[in-house]
Antibody
Framework: QVQLQESGPGLVKPSGTLSLTCAVS?????????WSWVRQPPGKGLEWIGE???????NYNPSLKSRVTISVDKSKNQFSLRLSSVTAADTAVYYC????????????WGQGSLVTVSS | DIVMTQSPDSLAVSLGERATINCKSS????????????LAWYQHKPGQPPKLLIY???SRESGVPDRFSGSGSGTDFTLTISSLQAEDVAVYYC?????????FGQGTKLEIK
């Protein structure tokens, strides 16, 4: 059973950089899957941030592309998110998720990590 | 981006009754090369991550009760819960993954009447 777990600071200052890591267990990050970040601002819907393949290929949401970097560490079986120049609008629960290689839907999710942007 | 629009925004249904949620995409999400609709449905409860219920518009994820079913093709889709149970109270999202970026509907809040 694949499990994902987000970790990182819960509070980030405005104009700073949000950094989160997603540890994958019960499966290899080097399998034939893409790995994504999805967020949900308080009281709002779900927004896909971007994805990475173990080879390092990435795709980003154009709305965030200029501020987002997703990276992978195969030796630690984890992948990471960096979002720069954050504002209060980036306050959200951040989820990591696996994209099923056959259906392309998000079949496994982390529990989510609340990140608040505030001074 | 493909815009996903769900209706209604909220829905109250009696226990044991049928619940129906609709989802419309601004462009077809039918992938011609394999004739599959790249449309998923998720159930989202407070304090939990979203749970995949349906993929390819009508394929039920392993372990999902058979009271959940999906239908539709092209731009119009439906999630049906045939007999509502108390544990089905949640927000439901449709999502397309036919093109990047994947996009979600705004969500439908399902409650017990």
């Amino acid at each position: 059973q694949v499990q994902l777990q987000e970790s990182g600071p819960g509070l980030v200052k405005p104009s700073g950089t949000l950094s989160l890591t997603c540890a994958v267990s019960g499966g290899s990050i080097s399998g034939n899957n893409w790995w994504s970040w999805v967020r949900q601002p308080p009281g709002k819907g779900l927004e896909w941030i971007g994805e990475i393949y173990h080879g390092g290929n990435t795709n980003y949401n154009p709305s965030l592309k200029s501020r987002v970097t997703i990276s992978v560490d195969k030796s630690k079986n984890q992948f990471s998110l960096r979002l720069s120049s954050v504002t209060a609008a980036d306050t959200a629960v951040y989820y990591c998720a696996r994209t099923d290689r056959y259906s392309s839907s998000f079949d496994y999710w982390g529990q989510g990590s609340l990140v608040t942007v505030s001074s | 981006d493909i815009v996903m629009t769900q209706s209604p925004d909220s829905l109250a249904v009696s226990l044991g009754e049928r619940a129906t949620i609709n989802c419309k995409s601004s462009q077809s999400v039918l992938y011609n090369s394999n004739n599959k609709n790249y449309l998923a449905w998720y159930q989202h409860k407070p304090g939990q991550p979203p749970k995949l219920l349906i993929y390819w518009a009508s394929s039920r994820e392993s372990g999902v009760p058979d009271r959940f079913s999906g239908s539709g093709s092209g731009t119009d889709f439906t999630l049906t819960i045939s007999s509502l149970q108390a544990e089905d109270v949640a927000v439901y999202y449709c999502q397309q993954y036919c093109s990047t970026p994947p996009t979600f509907g705004q969500g439908t809040k399902l409650e017990i009447k």
